[in-house]
């Protein structure tokens, strides 16, 4: 699967032989897709972080041969393009699962649950922070604040919004991805894998129908300020969607949360619905 | 919490009267990030009128209307497009700092979500003002939602002839670029988000000189946030009198405040500024059911935190600043009585010393050695005079640094000491957290197990 195996963190001794190139098929067709990324920019060099997102959807992390790629097409050193590509979190530097299930632990979301939740992933899947699980399916880690506070606590699955999850949500979304069940966010499009997700950061939209779309417009705590100024009566945020909004359902603000309606538990809270908007979608 | 009628008017407590939303106006259409939906609730309206102006009354008239950034510093926008130099013979470029990584902070995420054409007609405003051609959208990578509409959003702008050649007719050329980063709050930054978007290491630079005369590529450069740039749009559309019959004379106009927390209701509220904590509070339901506010920030964790005491502050960058704190984001993060203060700093100080790039000294080893001594204080395992060194090493810190990351790492640090030492001082004498964790997550009063109900 991938053309170099991985690098080991710090090495004291001999030093590497220079990286292995890629196949020649792979090599030309990622140069097409990087000639048109430098056409982006005024300056070549600014296309280094969308090309380190191009390599890591050819293989999943940050290889020695994809910064050498970088490098010979950006006529910079490999020491130049590796200092960058370390510096990046979201660079991996070595294989991980198809599906990276980022649990914010800042504060906020720690708070109101992240750490409960990321201590259950942990011990279910058996791995720890920065781990890929067995099967290579998932690799987990703790992320920091991805500005969805009042979402919180979230969960993020290839960069994709999992919104106010809970232990048991958390659980089921990640079972539902091992088992090769459908899985959609809260917010974002229906999961794609890890790779392809890297090719819509290096700058190439997403050319699956209805991905755009999906989920519909913003997400219900994002109009709880616009309800209250039309004059609805202030409410608990209704609970998170449990999936994409009908399509023939129309959303003019006005359809929920009359005065009339009880109070709705979020489903984060709901005992008798613990699992989040997540695992509902997955069944 | 307790919620009082406050100095209100007679009629200031509806939400009606006391929300303002713009931006979020038509979130709640369908298809809300759609360009024939924004052309439906007015947009590129205020595009139109913008190049019926010549450039430099375009950018006199935003000064006027007193629009300040909403990036945090509130640094007057209008200001910073005049301080482009003009027939200088370089390039010109628009930077939209759309890496919102300050922890609390969802706002810019959420808007560009809903409503992303907001600030692709504020950016062609903006450029036809700076006389710039090149716009860059630096967008923090770990959103691809947001990422997906953004590319849609240039894609219709295009095709509509907002983007492109000869842009409605007016002789300006336009090209916006879609930049997704990789993971590294330092480049929320506007000179770290330079260097970054160059592509190198996100590291701030010194300045001067400022952006605005070598910036990117060493060409003048202005760097504004989403949501500054979101707002002009509608200042030029209806007017900048309408802008400045809110907010107050030094803070006019409106913004997004993010609540969230330990409240009822959670989410964006669109407001003039200068509303305060408790009326947004009143509004949506209070602190949850059978608790008490015990800290907030107000504007992401930067900010000084404040406690009830402070709920009828003015949030305006006046009003904060005299209280000793910042607007910064509005990012209103509300902790109850079950959370854990030294907990909550550890955390956020955690945070400051991964993201700290390492360029400064005080920075990167001060943030190293508080977490050090916060996570001895928070496992019980602190002394005394561990609480008097943290104060120490933030103030090492603060103001010592290139950025202001520094200065954000020490003001956890100095204002939980100032208001809640007693809590440390708990730590370390009765060896540990005197809080159960438990009690302060989203489901703690929804438990299935009554004898645990709060």
Redesign the interface.
């Known amino acids: 699967m991938t053309a170099t195996p991985p690098n080991s963190e710090v090495s004291l001794g001999m030093p590497q032989l220079p990286a292995p190139d890629y196949p020649a098929d792979v090599r030309a067709r990622l140069e097409t897709d990087a000639k048109e990324i430098i056409a982006?920019?005024?300056?070549s060099?600014?296309?280094?972080?969308?090309l380190?997102?191009l390599t890591q959807s050819e293989e999943g992390f940050v290889s020695r041969t994809g910064m050498a790629f970088c490098a010979g097409l950006?006529g910079l050193t490999t020491a130049e393009v590796t200092?960058?590509a370390t510096?990046?979190?979201?660079?991996r530097r070595r294989p991980g699962g198809d599906y990276q299930v980022?649990v914010c632990?800042?504060?906020?979301c720690?708070?109101?649950?992240g750490?409960?939740i990321f201590d259950t992933l942990k011990e279910h899947l058996g791995v720890g922070n920065g781990e890929t699980t067995e099967d290579g399916g998932i690799t987990l880690e703790h992320?920091?604040?991805?500005?969805?506070?009042?979402?919180?606590?979230v969960v993020?699955v290839?960069?994709?919004?999992f919104d106010?999850q809970?232990p048991q949500s958390a659980k089921r979304l990640v079972d539902d991805l091992r088992d090769g069940r459908t899985v959609e966010?809260t917010?974002?499009?229906p999961l794609c894998t890890y790779k392809k997700?890297a090719r819509?950061?290096?700058?190439f939209?997403?050319e699956r129908p209805g991905?755009?779309?999906a989920?519909g417009?913003?997400?219900?705590?994002?109009?709880?300020?616009?309800?209250?100024?039309?004059?609805e009566a202030?409410?608990?945020?209704v609970r998170p969607r449990d999936g994409a909004y009908p399509r023939d359902e129309?959303?003019?603000?006005a359809e929920h949360l009359s005065s009339h309606d009880a109070p709705q538990?979020?489903s984060?809270?709901?005992?008798d619905h613990?699992a989040g908007p997540a695992a509902e979608e997955g069944e | 919490m307790t919620t009082m009628a406050t100095q209100l008017g007679e009629n200031g407590t509806s939400p009606e009267k006391l929300l303002a939303p713009v931006l979020s106006a038509f979130w709640d259409q369908p298809e809300s990030w759609t360009l024939a939906t924004y052309e439906r609730h007015d947009g590129y309206q205020g595009l139109r009128k913008a190049l019926a102006m010549a450039p430099d009354d375009l950018i006199a008239y935003v000064k006027d209307a007193g629009l300040r950034g909403r990036g945090g510093a509130g640094f007057p926008t209008g200001m910073k497009w005049q301080f482009i130099p003009q027939g200088d013979g370089k390039p010109h470029y628009l930077v939209v700092n759309a890496d919102e990584s300050e922890p609390g902070t969802c706002k810019d995420i959420p808007l560009l979500f809903a409503n992303p054409h907001a600030l692709i007609e504020g950016i062609v405003i903006a450029c036809y003002a700076i006389r710039s051609q090149q716009a860059f959208i630096y967008l923090r990578g770990e959103v691809v939602p947001v990422l997906r509409r953004l590319h849609e959003a240039v894609r219709e702008a295009y095709a509509a002839g907002y983007l492109g050649t000869n842009i409605l007719g007016s002789g300006l050329d336009l090209d916006v670029v879609v930049h997704a980063g990789a993971g590294a709050y330092i480049c929320g930054e506007e000179t770290a988000l330079l260097d970054s978007l160059e592509g190198r290491r996100g590291q701030p630079r010194l300045r001067p000189p400022f952006p605005a005369v070598a910036g990117l590529y060493a060409c003048p450069t202005v760097v504004n946030n989403v949501e500054s740039i979101a707002s002009v749009p509608s200042i030029l559309n209806r007017g900048k009198d309408w802008f400045k019959s809110m907010g107050s004379e030094k803070s006019p106009g409106f913004t997004l405040y993010s609540l969230s927390g330990h409240v009822t209701s959670p989410g964006q509220y669109e407001a003039p500024l200068g509303i305060t904590l408790r009326q947004l509070l009143d509004m949506s339901g209070g602190i949850r059911a059978g608790h008490r506010l015990k800290f907030w920030t107000p504007g992401g964790s930067s900010t000084p935190m404040f406690t009830e005491e402070h709920l009828d502050v003015p949030l305006d960058y006046e009003g904060v600043g005299a209280a000793g704190s910042m607007l910064g984001t509005k990012a209103l993060q509300c902790f109850d009585e079950t959370t854990c203060v030294v907990r909550a700093v550890t955390r956020w100080t955690e945070f400051y010393a991964h993201e700290s790039c390492g360029k400064c000294t005080p920075c990167r080893e001060g943030t190293y050695w508080l977490v050090q001594l916060l996570r001895d204080i928070e496992a019980g395992k602190g002394r005394m005079s561990d609480i008097d060194k943290l104060n120490d090493i933030a103030d090492t810190i603060n103001g010592k640094s290139f950025c202001a990351l520094g200065d954000g790492a020490a003001s956890p640090i100095f204002s939980s000491l100032k208001h809640f030492r007693a809590e440390y001082e708990e730590h370390v004498t009765g060896k540990g957290c005197p809080l159960d964790p438990a009690k302060s997550t989203a489901w703690a009063d929804q438990n299935p197990h009554p004898e645990v109900n709060a």
């Open positions: 982006r920019y005024p300056d060099r600014s296309a280094l972080l969308p380190l997102h950006l200092a960058v510096f990046y979190s979201m660079y980022g632990t800042n504060t906020l720690a708070v109101m649950g750490d409960a992320i920091e604040c991805n500005a969805a506070c009042d979402f919180a606590p993020m290839n960069w994709e919004f106010n809970t966010p917010r974002g499009a997700t819509i950061l290096a700058g939209p997403d991905a755009v779309e989920t417009g913003a997400g219900p705590a994002s109009l709880v300020g616009l309800r209250l100024a039309k004059g202030p409410q608990r945020v129309p959303r003019p603000g538990q979020t984060a809270s709901d005992p613990p």
